[in-house]
Each structure stands twice: as structure tokens, then as C-alpha cells.
């Protein structure tokens, strides 16, 4: 059997504009002077992934990485969590028999469960493994009714050489596991090279506005932003503004891009089949600013030089925007539309002050990014 130097997994691979930006940079960015012989990915496999990986292996997700690897490095993004089901049973039980009608969506969820009883009983051999966490978000844990998620997060982490985190609450996490080899850097992208990243100049004022939105089911407060900004973008149009709806999963936000299609709503939708990741980020630049309930879209947006407001279904939505404190606003719980339109009045009213801060503070973070580089690169010599 082939056995690699290093194998990145994540979640890659599942049309999520995020996670898929995580793999290009990764790949383009971090990992760039390793062969195919050297280098694999574990992931869900889509053949538009090859579009970035090139003839890169691509391996099944929680594999016996001791039988593939020297180096396991959990790349990007967060791959560990849970949440309180707040959904009511008839909202479990219609979902489920929803798909009954869409047999490829069965057996991703079949083929889903599965795999954590798989990786239970392969955990054990995976010990073996030197693992590594790159730019990753650990957390929240909010499912107290089931504490071993976190206890086997931790566990995981303490084996670990090298850890290097994304944000606050990450860090946190770390300190309150007694960690060893951790440290707080930056999300992976920040590294990411486009010409449109990190301009020297911005627009004068605000024109086009982007509504990046997604469902989310995981607590109730989380989910109840979807009436209130739909109402909201319907002022935001009335006083004159071109706003357009952003959806970075298709298959992971089938409820919102129903929703959108039955209204007639102008959507950029991220298909991996249309867009590549270059030409996706070239049609997110046209905005001025992102209003998002999605982490990577206030990522992004910085990138782009734009402010933004975050949409607080989570708390790494509020962590993002703390971290831009100076050029962005969180809007949160329970979504008052006001809230809202004051928070898009105040940037627009200072709208090159804010976009200035956005891109200063974007800035540090690549900066960030580019030691967390070389950080990896020292780890990884050190096992060699």
C-alpha cells in the first residue's frame, strides 16, 4: 500500500465555497513543495476538487491513517463540535423522510453515520500517527447530554506536535485542555494571493450589497434570522441599493435556495462546475459590502477589502466580527431589523475609514497566516 509523507483531512469536497477555498490554499499556499507521492487528501470525493489538486490522491475520509501516513494534519476549518438538537421531533422526522426521495442524499447521510462508528474503532490504530492541526476552530460544545465529543477532541489534541488555531475561543480551549504545542495564528486563507486581495483603494460609498446566507438548524435563535432579513433587504432596496443573496453550500442550504428561487431573488450561487475558486472571488468583488451569516464570508470580505456585518447564528460569527471590531458590526439575536439598517448606515456614513481598517486589519492576518507557514514547515522538519 502507497504511503504518503503528509495527509491533510477536512471538509473538503462538499460544495461548500469555504471549505473548498481551504483545500486551494492549503494546497497552493502551505503544502506547495510536496509531490503527489508525498502529499494525499482525505476528504469526500468530487471530481471538481481535481480542478485545484490536480493528479493529487484524493483518500477516504477517517481512513486507518497509520496505514497511509507518517504525518496526519487536520487542515482548516471547523471539523470539531457539537450542538444541542433543538430540532422538534416533527422537524427530525420530516427531514428524514425527506429522503427517501433523494436516494444520492440517503446515502451520504447512511454513509455519514457510519463513518464515526468506523472511526471509533480506527482510532485506536491512528495513535500511531504524528497529527497536526493547521488554522483549524475547534468547538463550540454545547451538547452537554453527550460530553465525550470534547473529551475525544481532547484526547486527539494532546497527541498532537504542533496546533496552531484560527481564533479566541479556539485558544481558550486549548489553555483550558492544558495544551503544549499550540499557539493562535489565522484562518488558512488569509495567505490565499488574488488581485483583487488587500486593495490600496476603495470605493467611495456603498452600492451593491451581498447577503450571504445559510440554514442552520442547530439552535433555535440561530435559525430565526431568516424572516427579519428578508423584510430588511427589501428596505435596504428601497433606499436604493443593488443587493444580491450569496449562497457558498448548495448542498447544505437547500432551504434558503428554495426559498430564493420561489421569489425570484437575484442569487450567486458558489458551483464548482461553473465557477472556479479565482473566477468565484472575481464576482464576490463587485460588492461593497457582505452582510453574512457564514464565517469564511466575512473572511473573504476583509480579504476583499470590504467591510462587513456578521449575522450572529453562531458564535464564530461573533468572534469574526470582534476580531474586526473596528470596521465591522455583529448583528445578533433577535435580529431586529432596525438594528440592521442603523449598522449599514453608520459604515456607509464612514464608508473609506471602514473599508482602510478592514484592509489594515486583514493585513495582520496574512501576516498571521504567512508564520503559521513557517511554523508547520519547522514541525514538519523536526519529524525527519
Known amino acids: 500500500m502507497r504511503k504518503f509523507k503528509i495527509v491533510v483531512r477536512g471538509g473538503y469536497g462538499l460544495t461548500n465555497f469555504g471549505d473548498d477555498a481551504l483545500l486551494q490554499s492549503i494546497h497552493r499556499d502551505y503544502l506547495d513543495d510536496y509531490s503527489n507521492s508525498e502529499l494525499g487528501y482525505s476528504c469526500t470525493y468530487a471530481d ?69 462508528v468506523f472511526y471509533s474503532e480506527k482510532q485506536k ?143 450567486l450561487l458558489w458551483d464548482p462546475d461553473i465557477f472556479s475558486i479565482r473566477t468565484f472571488f472575481d464576482e464576490l468583488s463587485v460588492f461593497d459590502i457582505f452582510i453574512t451569516a457564514r464565517y469564511h464570508g466575512a473572511v473573504f470580505s476583509a480579504m476583499l477589502g470590504k467591510p462587513f456585518i456578521t449575522i450572529e447564528v453562531e458564535q464564530k460569527l461573533t468572534m469574526i466580527s470582534e476580531l474586526f471590531s473596528d470596521s465591522s458590526y455583529n448583528w445578533s439575536y433577535p435580529f431586529l431589523k432596525l438594528d440592521l439598517i442603523k449598522a449599514l448606515n453608520k459604515i456607509e456614513l464612514n464608508y473609506e475609514d471602514f473599508s482602510s481598517k478592514t484592509v489594515s486589519i486583514a493585513l495582520k492576518q496574512k501576516q498571521l497566516a504567512e508564520k503559521m507557514k513557517f511554523d508547520l514547515d519547522l514541525a514538519i522538519k523536526k519529524t525527519y
Open 48 to 116: 471538481y476538487l481535481k480542478n485545484d489538486i490536480g493528479d493529487y490522491e484524493i483518500l477516504p475520509l477517517n481512513s486507518n491513517y497509520s496505514d497511509l501516513t507518517d504525518i496526519l494534519i487536520y487542515g482548516g476549518g471547523t471539523q470539531f463540535y457539537s450542538f444541542n438538537n433543538e430540532q422538534t421531533f416533527f422537524e427530525k422526522t420530516f427531514s428524514k423522510m425527506t429522503l427517501l426521495f433523494k436516494p444520492k442524499k440517503l446515502i451520504q447521510s447512511i454513509a455519514f453515520k457510519l463513518k464515526h
Open 125 to 267: 490504530d491512528d495513535e500511531k500517527v504524528l497529527s497536526m492541526a493547521l488554522g483549524i476552530g475547534l468547538g463550540p460544545f454545547l451538547d452537554v447530554s453527550n460530553p465525550q465529543k470534547e473529551l475525544k477532541t481532547k484526547q486527539l489534541f494532546e497527541k498532537m506536535s504542533f496546533v496552531a488555531v484560527r481564533d479566541i475561543y479556539s485558544l481558550k480551549k486549548c489553555k483550558e485542555w492544558n495544551l503544549q504545542n499550540y499557539a493562535m495564528y489565522a484562518d488558512l486563507c488569509f495567505k490565499m494571493k488574488h488581485s483583487k486581495f488587500f486593495p490600496n483603494k476603495t470605493n467611495k460609498n456603498i452600492e451593491k450589497v451581498g447577503v450571504i446566507v445559510r440554514d442552520w438548524n442547530n439552535t433555535k435563535k440561530g435559525k430565526s434570522y431568516r424572516l427579519n432579513l428578508i423584510q430588511t433587504v427589501d428596505a435596504i432596496r428601497k433606499s436604493g441599493k443593488d443587493v444580491t443573496f450569496i449562497i457558498f453550500a448548495k448542498d447544505k442550504d437547500p432551504s434558503w435556495l428554495k426559498t430564493l428561487k420561489r421569489n425570484n431573488e437575484k442569487i
